[in-house]
Structures are given as structure tokens and as C-alpha cells.
């Protein structure tokens, strides 16, 4: 059955003028499932109009109001959790147990931010001069958009819209266009929770779609998740245009192997964390940086786990890995591992021939593959691959692996592996990276903290979620108030808060 993914503008589908649509393929098979509508600027202005318009009384809708409805999108999404992995896991080729591990990050934001009474709290001064108050509140910005990438169609989504929704704004959601259909079944969902129309809207699209959204004066902030270059653009574009923009992109993270790691738990983790979602995670480990005299023995116990891994459709519950989201990306990657061989790198395991016994001959099928002895100066380690390739880089101790990391141009996630606490506490210090594991290869903080790396991984100055997210969403207001004593001017004078005699001057002072 084939299926046509429209926009969700005011809520309710919004087919809108539909001159453009891109195909939605089914990675495990490689045929086309759907088709979804591009959007134009037509129907961006009209998602942009809906959210505008419904900004004004959504902002004065009390946040007891608001948290109720959070909480029933909470429970409606933890309901449907299941139909939702599926959906993933049918459009982007993720096992659905993973699909379903991406919703249950994103239900941990949907769940700070039904705190949101807490978090809005501002600050009360009394008599910071005589008879004057001073007090800060934070206000929502107005229409926001995200824009959002393929690998994880709702987690990334999740992690701004609901913060930017409890804060009080309306939001138009740009998801990718290879995996849209998770982002409307959320929209409806929102809807039956009781968001009012217009506060979540969905556009979908490509890049005239993001343009049009980067153009439009009435969008007060963006949050762009995808890769570097695009973070890049999206960021000077709306910078330029005066709108608040965080713009997250890509991603090399690097694992740190010392000689006193465990090496089970080190090679466990470099498998886990490379080839999860076949390679196609920001947080992905793609390099592991070993202390020479360990390398070759956790070269050989990743190789042993390798072979194991169950390459499969999405959908099968024995599959350990699905294929890539599409057959450009899957070549693309592939590619690597040919260049990577010709500039000196030792193919230890080739992914093209890991066995997929019910992989459909059309799917965009690529085994786990393992790089060793790659260099710093190949394509297959300078560039982010984004795909089940796991690069080994070998160094003569810690403070060579330190400066190796600190030298890539990313600074997503980096871990290291040592049983060393003096050591991982250097690591956790000297590291430029903006999350970073001791023992852990993929470490996405909690809702409560903030997602968001360092250098050419973010461009922008908030990281996502937790207090930094409500920072996002909202502007301070400083208020300065004096409330003239009831009793008169007399009484007024002799707290000290009016000057007798009438007006001044001067610049005000406090006393
Ligand atoms: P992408 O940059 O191609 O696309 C991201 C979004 O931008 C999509 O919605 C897409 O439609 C839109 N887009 C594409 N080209 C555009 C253009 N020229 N102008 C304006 N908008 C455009 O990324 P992707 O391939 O969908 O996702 C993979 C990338 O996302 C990887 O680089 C990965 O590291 C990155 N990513 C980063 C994080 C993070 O937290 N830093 C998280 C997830 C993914």
C-alpha cells in the first residue's frame, strides 16, 4: 500500500498546492512506499501564519493548562510508542526495538517539560530601592521552527518542541523528508491531548521549505539538527535574519581505549556504539583511538563480536542492524571503504560481505565493516561517514590519543575507556567535546541536562533541552515597580521613595 504524507497546518492536514513530492523508500527492500509533499513558500507562509496566529492565546494559556496538556501527550505517546517505532523503522530501516529506544528519549523530554511551572519560575527582589520591587520573568518568543534530520525522526523533533511548546511558543516542525510520517502521527496525537490548533505544525520539505521558514520575519528562533555544512548555512542565514538559532551538525566521536580498560567492556562498547542503527547516529562511535600496546588484542575481540551481529530487515525481531536510509548513502559509505584501503588503511572486516539472509536484494544493505591502522590525514577519518564503518587509529599513549581528538574539527561525544580515575578525570577536563563518557560510548545526557556538542558540531551558543532549552525558547524580562502607598505622598516621603520637591534629573540611584 502506498502512502502520501501531507502537511499538518492548523491541525489538520494541509494538502496545500503539492507541486513538488519526494518518494519515501522502504530501505529493506528498496521500493518506493510513498510520496510526500515538498512544501513551497506557499505552504511554509501558511504554517507559518497558523503558528503566528495561534501564538497570542497560547501564551496566555495558564501553565497548569499547559502542563495538563503535556501530560496527556506524555501518556498518548508512551501508548502509541510501538505503531510509532514501526513507522520509524519502516522509512528509515532501524530495527523497530531501536526505533522504539529513540521514542523513549524523546518521551523523557516530553516528561521535564511537564514540569514547565518549575522551570518558568523567575526571580523577586523586594525593596531594592525604597518602595521598589524588582522581578524577572521569562516569555515565550512567538512561532519557532525546527528542523530536523533523518536518523531520528522523532527523538530529534522531540528534543525542541515539546520545551519550546510548554515555554508558551507555537512551533512549525520542517522534518526530514526521507522519514515524515512519524512527525504527523505526532501531530494528531497532539491534537487528541488537546493542543489547541496551530501550536504544532508540520511542513514538510526540502531545502525551499527551510528557506522560506529562514525568510519569514514572523519566525522569532530555529533549532536545526542535520550535518555540518547545512548547520552551517542555516545558522549564518538566520543570524543574519535576526532570529535566535541554534544549528547542531555532525559528528566524528572518539573513543579513548587506555591499556588498563577492560577490553570486553571497551570492545562491547565500540560495536554497540558504531553500529547501533547502522553507523547513522550523531552520537555513533566512528573512531577508536587505541594505546598501541592493546590495539591488535581489542582489534580482534571487535572483529569476534562482528561477526555475530545480525544484519536484517527492521521489522524482523532477530535483527541486530538494519540497512542505510538510502542506496546514495549506503554507496557513499561503501566508498570509504575502498578509499580508506587505497591511502594505507587494513580493511580488518569488510561489511560488503557480512551475510544478510533475508535481506531483499533491492534494500540498501551494507555490513558492519572495521578500518584498522587508519591515520588521521585519510578521507575515511577526516570525513564523517555516518555509516556502520568503525575506523581504528592507533597512538603511543594517552597524551597522543588526548591531542589526536582534540585536533578533529568535531567535538560532538567523546569517551574514553581506562579502570584510571585520575585518568578520566584529565580526559573529562581536557577534552573539547561537549558530552563526554567514562565507561559509557554514547553519552546522551539526560532530558534534564542538555544535548549539544562543541566546535564544528554546533553553531550557536544553547545547547538543546533541558534549562538551557527553556533559555532557548524564552526572553527575560527585567520589571522595576513602585506602588505609591495607598496612604499618600506623605508616608511615600517618609519611606524615602518620592523625593519632596518634585521631579529629578538625575540618573536614579538606589536608597
Ligand atoms: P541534512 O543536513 O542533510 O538535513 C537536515 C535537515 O536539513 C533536513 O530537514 C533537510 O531537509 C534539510 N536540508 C537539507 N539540505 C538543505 C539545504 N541545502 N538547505 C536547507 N536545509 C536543508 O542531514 P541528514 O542527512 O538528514 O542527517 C544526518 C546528519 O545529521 C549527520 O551529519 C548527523 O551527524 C547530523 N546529526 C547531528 C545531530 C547532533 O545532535 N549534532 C543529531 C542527529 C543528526
Known amino acids: 500500500m502506498s502512502t502520501h504524507v501531507t502537511h499538518w497546518i492548523g491541525g489538520r492536514p494541509h494538502p496545500g498546492a503539492a507541486d513538488r513530492r519526494g518518494d519515501i523508500h522502504d530501505p529493506a527492500t528498496g521500493r518506493v512506499t510513498g510520496t510526500v509533499d515538498l512544501a513551497g513558500p506557499e505552504e511554509a507562509a501558511a504554517a507559518v501564519a497558523a503558528a503566528h496566529a495561534a501564538f497570542p492565546a497560547w501564551r496566555d494559556t495558564s501553565l497548569s493548562r499547559r502542563a495538563a496538556v503535556l501530560f496527556r501527550f506524555r501518556e498518548l505517546v508512551h501508548a502509541h510508542s510501538g505503531e510509532l517505532a514501526r513507522l520509524i523503522s519502516a522509512e528509515h530501516g532501524k530495527v523497530v526495538a531501536d526505533a522504539a529506544g529513540e521514542v523513549a528519549r524523546g518521551l523523557e523530554v516530553v516528561e521535564f517539560a511537564c514540569g514547565i511551572p518549575h522551570l518558568l519560575k523567575g526571580g523577586f527582589s523586594e525593596n531594592v530601592s525604597s518602595g521598589v520591587d524588582a522581578y524577572s520573568v521569562l516569555q515565550p518568543l512567538g512561532a519557532v521552527a525546527g528542523i530536523t534530520p533523518f536518523n531520528f525522526p522523532a527523538m530529534v523533533p522531540m528534543w525542541m518542541f515539546p520545551v519550546a511548546i510548554a515555554c508558551g511558543n507555537t512551533f512549525v516542525l520542517k522534518p526530514s523528508e526521507k522519514d515524515p510520517s512519524a512527525s504527523v502521527r505526532i501531530a494528531e496525537l497532539w491534537a487528541e491531548a488537546g493542543l489547541p490548533d496551530g501550536v504544532f505544525n508540520v511542513l514538510h520539505g526540502d531545502r525551499a521549505a527551510v528557506d522560506a521558514l529562514l525568510a519569514d520575519d514572523r519566525v522569532r528562533a530555529v533549532s536545526f539538527v542535520g550535518s555540518t555544512p547545512i548547520a552551517r548555512r542555516v545558522y549564518a542565514a538566520a543570524a543574519a535574519a535576526g532570529k535566535r538559532v541554534q544549528a547542531l551538525g555532525g559528528a566524528k566521536n572518539h573513543m579513548l581505549v587506555l591499556p588498563d580498560a577492560d577490553l570486553d567492556l571497551a570492545a562491547d562498547a565500540a560495536v554497540s556504539a558504531g553500529f547501533g542503527s547502522a553507523g547513522e547516529r550523531c552520537m555513533a562511535v566512528s573512531a577508536v583511538v587505541a594505546v598501541d600496546s592493546v590495539a591488535d588484542d581489542l582489534v580482534e575481540r571487535i572483529r569476534a563480536r562482528v561477526a555475530r551481529l545480525r544484519v536484517g530487515p527492521g521489522d524482523d525481531d532477530r535483527s541486530e542492524m538494519g540497512p542505510l536510509v538510502t542506496r546514495e548513502h549506503r554507496d557513499r559509505v561503501a566508498g570509504y571503504l575502498d578509499s580508506g584501503v587505497r591511502e594505507g588503511a587494513v ?165
Request: hydrophobic letters at 40%; one cysteine or more.
Open 347 to 511: 580493511l580488518a572486516v569488510d561489511g560488503r560481505d557480512h551475510p544478510v539472509p533475508d535481506g531483499a536484494p533491492g534494500g540498501f544493505w551494507l555490513g558492519p565493516s572495521v578500518l584498522d591502522r587508519v591515520t588521521p590525514a585519510m578521507a575515511c577519518y577526516r570525513d564523517e561517514i555516518f555509516g556502520p564503518v568503525l575506523g581504528l587509529l592507533r597512538v603511543p599513549g594517552f597524551d597522543a590519543g588526548l591531542e589526536l581528538i582534540n585536533a578533529n574539527p568535531y567535538g560532538n561525544g567523546a569517551a574514553v575507556f581506562t579502570g584510571d580515575g585520575a585518568a578520566a578525570r584529565r580526559f573529562r577536563n581536557e577534552v573539547e567535546a561537549g558530552m563526554v563518557g567514562v565507561n559509557v560510548p554514547i553519552p546522551v545526557p539526560m532530558a534534564y541536562y542538555s544535548f549539544g556538542g562543541w566546535k564544528q558540531s554546533l553553531f550557536g551558543d544553547s545547547h538543546v533541552h533541558g534549562t538551557e532549552g527553556v533559555h532557548f525558547y524564552t526572553r527575560t524580562k527585567a520589571v522595576t515597580a513602585r506602588w505609591p502607598d495607598p496612604r499618600g505622598a506623605a508616608v511615600d516621603r517618609r519611606a524615602g521613595a518620592v523625593r519632596a520637591g518634585g521631579v529629578d534629573l538625575g540618573f536614579p540611584v538606589n536608597g
